[in-house]
């Protein structure tokens, strides 16, 4: 039998034990029908409107752009958001599907806590029972994202597997799930994972592209150039989504480049990995010989992950975006200029993406618009910022 | 004929029920494989499931994951898995199925993977992460390499899956007991009972039931409605107890004749 939906390209599909599949197929089709019915569409607005604080600024970066010269830069302010990061864009989405679809019970996971984070606010705001499951390492590196899930209700459980950092925690949620499927949503974070993951959380985040649109004057003279940092990919995939289709927007992710994606050390799936199978979907992956997967690194803990969303996979082999990567170095250099000149301190996610703009500005003209997606604030990694220095708090 | 037919042909006019061990391999150790094999066949398995070691084994509980764990450890490989298989396979005359995540096996090469499969007398291949809308090369290759394969029926399938699952595997259908990871639990039977009924009046293949069966007790009463059981947790945690004994593959032996016994 052929299985045509579900694919970009060559990528996604949903490889999962056969338990999942009937759920799935269920969250699909409460999917597409949530999509076409007004009352949740205008339920979903409202809670971004009036609950996360959206529109978010776009915001010219006066002199950061004077000081690199070149290009003008804008920032999209989705570290303004409750919670601070993009992430409740999406966890307002599903979990108003979750409660659609009657399930009582929410389990997520996560890797910087972000993602955790949003997932336990809105469990508390809309009262559902909440499960986290978060990498013991990363426990330790996001304690403050840690205590506040755990202030929320949230039930926070350490994963001692695997390298013990987000890729674990995945597996741990799917485990969760594939045993308690009937009662419970997987309410997953980026646009990785099986069908119809990828699409829905997508979705959910390309509200920050369709507001850069209205927020941005474009004219005949001027070329526009979009920038995100690329964990799983939902931010990037938010922000370039409604940009597509028109060719004449150039389109840059930043993949965590680690020590160097020379070294062995870093998560730059699209640059260093090949094809293969994870947590559900075919993507590039970073796996060894033997076809195991490969620890990542990245300073940033929300970019620590062996894999990538399909789509972006996709839009690397039709060659639409250009997949770059910024090092632990650049991206904590370009963490101190904005936080220095311009007096926001970005999330070390989001100053990947910052870090590829400060190399690529300068060389630009003056009629180039640069857009960074500004992903998330930087709160929730000052302690890593001093301690990658060598200072204490 | 594939060794696994001919099996489940006996299954089909006997009413025989089937005893299927897993092991992982290279666990505990590299050399145990070549002789644990041989020893649950001693031991009256009728087909032995082999996990091929991942990374991340997303379908497992924390007994096989850790199983795979030191496995990988011990530096398993699929080229190191077929080679030993290889020198065995003439003394064990038994169906041998793999157990294998889809990822290990697409980076050794699809085509490459059945081939090698094929020419060392590997009988069938089960992917835990493969559901039948994303079998269509594998089941190809398969065919035609002449690999046996298998798909999971789980609790929550539809009876229309069903029927879908049961066309795509050859000889027989995996039932998994419970919606769950690999393991072992108390009270299989009460909990199963209602689903396997089901089953029964959908399926007309053979089937067999895995996750969760442990105890010859768990054999004798859920054999009673299937065609078999497998048993992979339970003899994993064996291993582990005795991985330092020198009697290893002695004490698994009478350990499957005992899971075994009340299928005689
Ligand atoms: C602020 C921020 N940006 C980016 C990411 C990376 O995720 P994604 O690639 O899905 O946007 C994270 C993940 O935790 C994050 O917290």
Redesign the interface.
């Known amino acids: 039998m052929k299985r045509k939906k579900g694919y970009f390209g060559k990528f996604g599909g949903m490889f999962v034990p056969e338990t999942l599949v009937p759920i799935l197929e269920e969250l699909e089709m409460a999917y597409f029908q949530a999509k076409k019915d007004k009352k949740f569409i205008e339920e979903y607005k409202h809670y971004l409107e009036k609950y996360a604080g959206r529109p978010t600024p776009l915001y010219f970066a006066e002199r950061l752009t004077k000081k690199l010269g070149g290009a003008k830069i804008f920032l999209k302010r989705e570290d303004l958001l409750h919670t601070g990061a993009h992430k409740i864009n999406n966890t307002i989405g599903q979990i108003l599907l979750a409660i659609k679809m009657g399930k009582t019970r929410i389990i997520a996971e996560t890797g910087a806590g972000q993602h955790g984070l949003a997932v336990a606010t809105v469990c508390a705001k809309f009262g559902l029972k909440c499960v986290i499951y978060m990498g013991e390492e990363d426990m330790e590196r996001q304690k403050l994202n840690l205590y506040k899930m755990r202030l929320l209700g949230a039930d926070v459980i350490p994963v001692k597997s695997g390298c013990k950092t987000l890729k674990d925690a995945i597996n741990e949620t799917l485990r969760d799930w594939v045993t308690n499927v009937r009662d419970t949503f997987y309410l997953l974070g980026s646009t990785v994972g099986p069908y119809p993951y990828p699409l829905l959380v997508r979705d959910f985040q390309s509200v920050i592209g369709r507001e850069v649109k209205t927020q941005i004057k474009k004219n005949r003279n001027s070329s526009l150039i979009l920038i995100a940092c690329v964990g799983g990919g939902s931010n990037a995939l938010g922000l370039f989504y409604p940009f597509l289709k028109d060719k004449s927007v150039k389109i840059y992710g930043v993949e965590g480049g680690g020590l160097g994606i020379n070294s062995q050390k870093h998560s730059a799936t699209l640059a260093r990995g090949d094809i293969g199978v994870l947590h559900g979907s075919k993507s590039y992956i970073l796996q060894d010989f033997d076809g195991q997967i490969k620890i990542p690194h990245s300073i940033s803990a929300g970019l620590d992950y062996p894999g990538v969303g399909p789509e972006h996979s996709y839009l690397k082999e039709i060659g639409r975006v250009d997949y770059t990567s910024a090092t632990d170095k650049e991206a904590l250099k370009a963490f101190h200029i904005l936080t220095e000149i311009e007096g926001i301190i970005p999330a070390l996610e989001s100053a990947h993406a910052v870090a590829y703009a400060v190399k690529i500005a300068p060389k630009c003209s003056k009629n180039t618009n640069i857009i960074i997606n500004l992903s998330g604030r930087g709160d929730k990694d000052v302690d890593i910022v001093a301690e990658a220095e060598g200072k204490k708090l | 004929m594939n060794r696994i037919t001919k099996i489940f042909q006996d299954v089909k006019k006997n009413n025989k029920k089937v005893f299927i061990p897993f092991i992982t391999a290279g666990y505990p150790r590299l050399e145990s494989t070549a002789e644990l094999i041989p020893a649950l066949a001693d031991g009256g398995a009728d087909l032995v499931e082999i996990g091929v070691p991942?990374?991340?084994?997303?379908?497992?509980?924390p007994t096989i994951?850790a199983s795979s764990?030191t496995a990988?450890e011990n530096g398993v490989?699929?080229?190191w898995i077929f080679k030993t298989i290889k020198k065995i396979r003439n003394n064990v005359k038994i169906p041998l199925i793999f157990f294998s995540?889809?990822?290990?096996?697409?980076?050794?090469g699809l085509e490459r993977f059945f081939k090698d499969s094929q020419k060392i007398g590997i009988d069938g291949l089960l992917i835990?992460?493969?559901?039948?809308?994303?079998s269509?090369e594998i089941k190809k290759l398969a065919r035609r390499y002449k690999i046996n394969t298998i798909?999971?029926?789980?609790?929550?399938?539809?009876n229309n899956?069903i029927r879908?699952?049961e066309e795509l595997s050859d000889d027989f259908v995996y039932c998994?007991s419970v919606?769950?990871?690999t393991g072992t639990r108390g009270k299989l039977y009460s909990e199963v009972k209602p689903y396997l009924m089901r089953l029964k009046s959908n399926l007309k293949k053979p089937y067999v039931v895995g996750f969760g069966v442990s105890t010859p007790e768990d054999v004798k009463k859920i054999s009673e409605i299937s065609n078999g059981v497998v048993v992979g947790s339970a003899i994993i945690k064996f291993i582990e107890k005795f991985k330092n004994n020198k009697e290893l593959p002695e004490k698994v032996k009478n350990y499957v004749k005992k899971l075994k016994s009340p299928l005689k």
Do not use: C, W
Not at chain 2, 54 to 61: I, T, V
Not at chain 2, 101 to 108: A, E, F, S, T
Not at chain 2, 128 to 134: G, N, R, S
Not at chain 2, 151 to 158: E, K, M, W, Y
């Open positions: 991942f990374s991340d084994p997303m379908a497992d509980g994951q764990h990988l490989t699929l080229k995540y889809l990822n290990p096996i697409l980076k050794y835990p992460d493969l559901p039948p809308e994303e269509d798909f999971l029926v789980s609790p929550t399938t539809s899956r879908l699952i998994v919606t769950g990871t």
